[in-house]
């Protein structure tokens, strides 16, 4: 079936650094991938989404490419802040589901440090 | 606003009762999923509806039942039967079933059975 694998956490960083995390999924389909982020006591809030390979999804300064070559979804961002510290899902959504379920990763929750 | 408003916020019950998780949106979204997180965990489907007077068991569905007479509401029914009821519950819609239609989220219903 399909599934979503992220790197584990916790990711650790001093502010302003370069964030990764790893995102991979498998799928029979032709999914839209995303990335929610969640803080604390709260629910998951759609950050970017990309629809077919090769798109690139973008907000807040955070970006995320759609490699179908290598079923990746990595999320990125340049410079983070204290205010970042958060947990994020990769997910993804297959088409030829008629469900439209969200298939999710474990989260990687990130610290960030000032 | 458009949104979805989960509540309560925080919900206490004793072992045996039942208990009912509300979930509404103004969104105009036909599909309505509730999904349950675990500590360290990701999100795991709980049931779907597509439509109104419809519904699916997802993959943790026992234990639980929901009803869809309304197209803004969705709620969830924790029984008795269901064996670790303690978690947090997030309701989510979206437009379709369609891949590239994102969940939207509520904020989470945190229950507590003792």
């Known amino acids: 079936g399909d599934s979503v694998t992220q790197m584990e956490g916790p990711v650790t960083l001093s502010e302003e650094a370069f964030l990764t995390i790893n995102c991979t999924y498998t799928?029979?389909?032709?999914?839209?991938l995303f990335w929610y982020v969640q803080y604390p006591g709260e629910g998951l809030q759609l950050l970017l989404k990309?629809?077919?390979?090769?798109d690139k999804g973008s907000n807040k300064g955070f970006e995320a490419t759609y490699r179908k070559e290598t079923t990746s979804f990595h999320l990125e961002k340049g410079s983070v802040q204290v205010s970042d510290s958060a947990v994020y899902f990769c997910?993804?959504?297959?088409?030829?589901?008629?469900?439209?379920?969200?298939?999710f990763g474990q989260g990687t929750t990130l610290q960030v440090k000032p | 606003d458009g949104g979805i408003t989960q509540s309560p916020k925080y919900l206490f019950r004793k072992e045996g009762q039942n208990v009912t998780l509300s979930c509404e949106q103004n969104?105009?979204?036909?599909?309505m999923y509730w999904y349950r997180q675990d500590p360290g965990q990701g999100l795991r489907l709980i049931y779907y509806?597509?439509?109104?007077?419809?519904?699916q068991k997802g993959d943790i569905a026992e234990g639980y039942s929901v009803s869809r007479e309304k197209k803004e509401s969705f709620p969830l029914t924790v029984t008795s039967a269901q064996k670790n009821p303690t978690a947090f519950y997030l309701c989510?819609?979206?437009?379709?079933?369609?891949?590239?239609?994102?969940?939207?989220f509520g904020n989470g219903t945190r229950l507590t059975v003792t």
């Open positions: 989510a819609s979206s437009a379709t079933t369609g891949h590239n239609s994102p969940l939207h």
């Open positions: 799928a029979t389909g032709y999914p839209s």
């Open positions: 990309a629809t077919k390979a090769d």
């Open positions: 997910a993804l959504r297959d088409g030829s589901s008629n469900t439209g379920k969200l298939i």
């Open positions: 969104l105009n979204h036909d599909a």
């Open positions: 509806s597509q439509i109104v007077n419809d519904f």
